[in-house]
Each structure stands twice: as C-alpha cells, then as structure tokens.
DNA sequence: CGACATCTTGACTGCGTTCAAACATGGTGG
DNA sequence: CCACCATGTTTGAACGCAGTCAAGATGTCG
C-alpha cells in the first residue's frame, strides 16, 4: 500500500507545476488538505477515476495511464510525469486505471474537498482547465506518432516528444556534450504497447537506429540522441531507408580508398 | 469566403449540444454575440486556433482538424462534427488548422467577448471544461484504435467509434432493418491518413469485411454495417484492443432498436 | 551460483506498402 | 448529349517490413 505522510512539505513542488498560477490564499488551502502518497513502481494508483477518493498531482516518478477495455486487457494511453494531474474526473465515462511505473510520489487531494475549493477559486478552476488542456495536446502528439506506419518512424518520434515534454525533468532527461540521454521510465512490453507493435520490433528498430549512428544505446533503457536532426528526419520522413544507404554508401566509400 | 449570417436563429441548436447546461442570461449573452458562418467543403475555418479571432461551435457539416508538422504536411487528428466547440483556445502551443470536410455551418462568438464571458459565468467555464475533457476522452479513444497493428482492425473500430459517436446524427448515421448505414464523412485520402495508412490498404480491409458480410459498401462513403457484433470482434480479435465504450454502444444500440 | 525476468537476435511467414494500371464518378466544354 | 479530363477509388503484382515463435544473451535477486 501506499505510504502517506503529512501535508504540504512539498508545496514549494506543487507551487511550481501545474498550479503555478493560483493566487496564495487558494494555495493555502490546497496545502493544508495536501497529503503525500508514496507508491512503489508496479502498485495500482487508482482503478477508476471515477471511484477514485483524491485528485493527485505527480511529484516524482512516472506514471502509466492505462484504458481498461471490455474483456478486461488494459491499455497504455498516456504517461504521467511531475507536475501532472490525475483524477481530474472530468474525463466523462471512461474507464482508466492508473499505476506506477517506477516509484512514484505524489500528492493527493481528498476530492470533495478539491471540487468544492475549484468552485470557490476561479484561478484553480481556471489551473485545471489548463492541465486538461494540456493532457489533450499531448494525446493528439501520441496520435501523430503513432499514425507513422513505421515502426523506427513511432520510436523516433517517441524520444523526440520525451525530448520535447519532459526537458526540465532532469532524471529522465540529462544533457551530454555527445547529445541528450534519455532515460526510457517504461519497460520494452509497455513501450511496444504504447507505440502499437511488439517489444522485438522496438528492440530492432532501436538498434536500426543505433547502427545509422543516430543514437546510441547505453543500456536498454538508456538511450543517447547523437543526432536530433537525423531523429526528426527519421520520425517525419520515412525514407530513411534511401538516406541511410546513402551514408552506408560513402561511408563504404571512404573505407575503401 | 465564409457566408455570414446574424444573430441566433438556431440558438435553440446552439442550447442542446455543447452548452446545454447553462442559465438563461449566459445563453442570451450568447446568443447576442452570436454569427453563424457557412463554410464550403475544402474551405479552411482557421490556421492556427491561436490567431484565430473567434470560438465556434459546429451547427452542422463535419470538420477536419489537423496539426502542421515542421515540414509544412499536416497531419489529421480528429474530426468536429455538430455540437462540438472549436477554438477553445486552451490546447496550449498546438498549431492546428481547421478545415470543412463537407459544407459546413458553425456558430462564431468573438474571442474577447466569449473570453470575458467565460470569467463571469462558471457555469459556462464548466462547459468549456466538459467540451475539452470530451474532446480528450475521444482522442484516447482513437488512441486505442491506431494501436491495433492490423488494418481491418482499425477500420471496425473506425466503424464503431462512428456509430458511438454520431449516433444521434441521422445525415451520418441511419438505422435501416438491414443494420446501421454509416456516411463516411471524409475523403479515403484522409481516412488512410487518420488511421495511419494507405487508402489501398483501406479499401482493401473494407472490401475483405464486406466479403464476409460483416458490411455491405453501398457506394464508397456510404457503408452499411450488417453485423456490429462481428464488427466488434474484428476490432478487437486482431490481438489488440477494442474500445470499452464501444462495447456499451453496441449495447445502447440493440436497445434502441 | 542458479533461477527468473527482461532484452536481444534469428528465421520464417504474412500483411501492408508501394508502384502501376484499370475503373467509377462528376464536372466542363465542344 | 456525349466526349473529355480531373478526381477519387479499386484492383493487381511484387517487395519489404514487422509480427510470430523460438532460442540465445544480459541483467537481477534471492
């Protein structure tokens, strides 16, 4: 089970994320109903939203967001990251369950206490209409990915969006003079979910790019972006292939003489 | 251009789709502020959600919304049909356009005005709220579709997702004794594009659905579904999931009939 | 050190992409 | 009214990517 500790010692985190913008008084209030809930990776955060008793906010570790379909299989819909909300309730009738992918803290909210306080607070109201909107724009960035037909194309576009969305998240993401190191908080089967196909195609279409010298895998859950460009290349064009004969070409070129 | 139209003859429309629930004096601001525009097939509504001055709400007809890439292609992410709000405004940094997909009729209030209305009336902020967290609901739900590796898969979720959504829309949806005739409201261009595929490989899986008499393709974009029940388990036989709500559709479905 | 889980690699098959051409459909002008 | 072209859809053939099953490699923990 998750272990709770008392109130808002972290409030400075919350401050800082997705309610940045809300007047003191109504931080206040938040922090006195404040309540920090630890999770180990693997443990089942919340099954429905709907049924789920406190509105979270991530303070640290990652997050799977999992749809629950009729015959009862799950599947991955979005990651949850620090300063993300959950529980927002608003999602109308679906049907989510939320664990933790690595260990995780985050700060919960009891939720009649929250939704009272949102009426009363046009700014928080104003913060979670925000978030929302946030967590949209990310679905629709998933759906681009994922409509790439090629599998090196979806992986590419992965890290660039791991890139893009989590730059400020130091544990996931570290700068190298080499390039970016990407820390993949996902397993291989979550990710092959995540982007529709398998984990050996994602190993294979990992270490394709690996070979091409875009990136470069330190560990399998570590992976070194040489060449952001050549990344987006492979994301948006799938012609990869014709460029990376190409450089497989003069590279032999150059060996030869 | 866009044909103009004044004030809220159809605000009567404009009451029973995205804000149904609010009080009469917002309504009647509303509809004050009200302009009803009419767009042709292949017209674009709005480059970029932000620079675009007014919020809409489609009256009828279906729109495409699509994100621009950095190499200028665009890429379609869903779909607006009557009912639904555009220009939320809220989606962050996206850089969406809107274009008509068939001939369109969508209400316009001002952004400053509908803006400066939202902060007076939380029960309008709400339904802006709802509007969002239902658009984000159904990009999850094409999430789960994409992510079925196999085509015809897709497509019957497509299918699906469209009795499910559309069902109160009789110029998409007709109930005949045979089954449910579904008008495919975009080109199959853009079909193979929201699905993340070829439009070969879309008619292809149609016309192999239909020779098992799953559906009866009466003209390219007019589709009839013999067999929901069969459509479902393409759905989700090929391995990967079908849509939870889908389940409870088909469900509402047989009920209604 | 061995048992387990995760990741990787290999070989094979099939689906879907690709390129190409035939087929409908609708609009235009002779 | 029909020939004609433009657009969109369907069909055909060939190749290649990725899914599948199976075995090997790597790492982790008792």
């Known amino acids: 089970m998750a272990i709770e500790t008392h109130k ?14 809300i007047c003191p008084e109504t931080r206040d209030a938040l922090d006195a109903m404040c309540r920090v809930k630890s999770y180990r990776a693997g443990q089942t955060v919340a099954h429905t939203q709907e049924k789920s008793e406190f509105i979270g906010c991530v303070l640290s570790g990652v997050l799977r967001m999992q749809k629950t379909l009729a015959d009862g299989r799950e599947h991955i819909v979005g ?28 700060c919960a909210f009891p939720r009649t206490e929250f939704e009272a306080l949102v009426t009363l607070s046009p700014d928080l109201e104003r913060a979670v209409l ?16 994922l409509s790439n037909q090629r599998i090196a194309g979806r992986i590419a576009g992965f890290l660039l ?9 130091d544990h996931i ?13 996902i397993s291989r089967i979550d990710l092959a979910h995540l982007l529709g196909t398998r984990p050996e195609s994602i190993s294979r279409s990992l270490h394709s790019l690996s070979d091409q010298g875009v990136i ?35 590279k032999n070129i150059r060996l030869e003489r």
Chains 1, 2 share one sequence.
């Open 79 to 106: 990651l949850l990251v620090e300063g993300d909300m959950l529980g927002g309730g608003f999602d109308g009738p679906a049907d989510f369950s939320i664990e933790s992918a690595t260990d995780a803290e985050l």
């Open 216 to 250: 470069d895998i330190r560990e399998p859950d570590r992976i070194l972006i040489r060449d952001t460009k050549a990344l987006a290349y492979a994301a948006d064009e799938d012609e990869i292939e014709a460029v990376a004969t190409l450089q497989d070409l003069l």
């Open 8 to 21: 808002g010692i972290r409030l400075g985190l919350v401050g800082s994320t997705a309610f940045s913008q």
């Open 173 to 185: 993401l570290q700068r190298r003079p080499e390039g970016i190191e990407v820390k993949i908080p």
């Open 161 to 169: 969006l791991m890139c893009s969305r989590f730059r400020d998240i």
């Open 130 to 145: 925000l978030n929302i909107a946030n967590e949209l724009d990310r679905a629709r960035d998933w759906l681009i990915i």
